[in-house]
């Protein structure tokens, strides 16, 4: 059974940048398109980028586009969210995400993602 594990998340001022980290270990993952969702207080989870097991594509949802990088080193076992500019509004529970079937070819929305880390704080000031 595969587990994701995040790290990275604290407390930033606005402008500042971060990278959040999620390692998956007892399972595979190279095989398997990634995914960063994110859940403010009182609002649901949304998508905020994935990542195709082959590295090769990316997809963000466009309050980040242009801000935001995400990233995998396969030989780590590791997604990266790189956040710069980051905005107070960014501020969320960040959440990674492995897609549910191996070299799909859908994964962009939740469920299209069936193994959920426990998440990782990142709150920006203003």
């Known amino acids: 059974q595969v587990q994701l594990v995040e790290s990275g998340g604290g407390l930033v001022q606005a402008g500042d940048s971060l990278r959040v980290s999620c390692t998956a270990s007892?399972?595979?993952?190279?095989?398997?398109?990634m995914g960063w969702f994110r859940q403010a207080p009182g609002a649901e989870r949304e998508f905020v980028a994935a990542?195709?097991?082959?590295?090769?594509?990316?997809r963000y949802v466009d309050s980040v586009k242009g801000r935001f990088t995400i990233s995998r080193d396969n030989a780590k076992n590791t997604v990266y969210l790189q956040m710069n500019s980051l905005k107070p509004e960014d501020t969320a529970v960040y959440y990674c995400?492995?897609?549910?079937?191996?070299?799909?070819?859908?994964?962009?929305?939740?469920?299209?993602?069936?193994?959920w880390g426990q998440g990782t704080q990142v709150t920006v000031s203003s």
């Open positions: 990542i195709h097991w082959s590295g090769l594509s990316t």
């Open positions: 995400a492995r897609a549910r079937i191996a070299y799909g070819s859908t994964w962009d929305g939740e469920t299209d993602f069936g193994t």
């Open positions: 007892g399972g595979s993952f190279s095989m398997y398109a």
